[in-house]
């Protein structure tokens, strides 16, 4: 039941831009979005429902397909502050018990 | 506003001494509460997961316990710690638009 994030890691020079993928082998209800800092608690970035959308935030957006139950963060001119690990968590139905995937550590370097 | 209160921080316990950590969630009512445990460079591990009062679920089975005895107060507890207790704690909370999680307790058992 565990979303499976991809990649596991990357590295970006600021400026440039980034996918990460969350896919689930069963049909999700909701997917939320997170950013942790090393030794912090993850930060909420939002959280796309079924039913296929959009969301942006700054310049960081997402988008959920329901179709191949994958949802994907868009990071576009990536900032130092951007580094961190993102994690994706879902929901299998509405008031479902959240489970993460293993998260993808970004590094932005200048 | 919704906020997430979770205590202590950070926390040293000796093997076998017991474990309370209690989260407190103001601004929302009947929230969806979860505990998270995280080792160390690790991911999310779900370990309690509850919808109301008095009903929990245990994710994994352990040596550890959860209750909600009101419906923003959860606590999470152990008679007994071991060493493989150690981690990062994490206490969340979510509702239609959202998840969030509490500033986290740092466990270490010695």
């Known amino acids: 039941q565990q979303p499976v994030q991809s990649p596991q890691a990357v590295i970006l020079r600021e400026g440039e831009d980034a996918v990460i993928n969350c896919s689930s082998s069963?049909?999700?209800?909701?997917v939320h979005w997170y950013r942790q800092k090393h030794g912090e608690a993850p930060v909420f970035l939002m959280i796309l429902l079924k039913g296929g959308e959009q969301k942006g935030h700054e310049k960081i957006s997402a988008s959920f397909n329901e179709k191949k139950q994958q949802s994907s963060l868009y990071l576009t001119a990536s900032q130092l502050s951007y580094s961190g690990t993102y994690f994706c968590?879902?929901?299998?139905?509405?008031?479902?018990?959240?489970?993460f995937g293993q998260g993808t550590e970004l590094s932005v370097k200048p | 506003s919704q906020t997430i209160h979770q205590w202590p921080a950070t926390l040293v316990q000796p093997v076998g001494s017991p474990l309370s950590l209690e989260c407190t969630v103001e601004g929302t009512s009947n929230p969806n509460l979860y505990w998270y445990r995280q080792a160390a460079g690790r991911g999310l591990q779900l370990l309690f997961y509850?919808?109301?009062?008095?009903?929990i679920s245990s994710e994994v089975p352990q040596n550890l316990s959860a209750s909600r005895p009101q419906d923003r107060q959860f606590i999470l507890s152990s008679k007994k710690l071991l060493l493989s207790d150690s981690g990062f704690y994490l206490c969340?909370?979510?509702?239609?638009?959202?998840?969030?999680f509490g500033q986290g307790t740092r466990l270490t058992v010695v």
């Open positions: 509850s919808v109301g009062i008095g009903q």
């Open positions: 968590g879902t929901a299998l139905n509405q008031g479902g018990k959240l489970i």
């Open positions: 069963k049909a999700l209800y909701s």
């Open positions: 969340a909370w979510s509702v239609l638009d959202g998840s969030f």
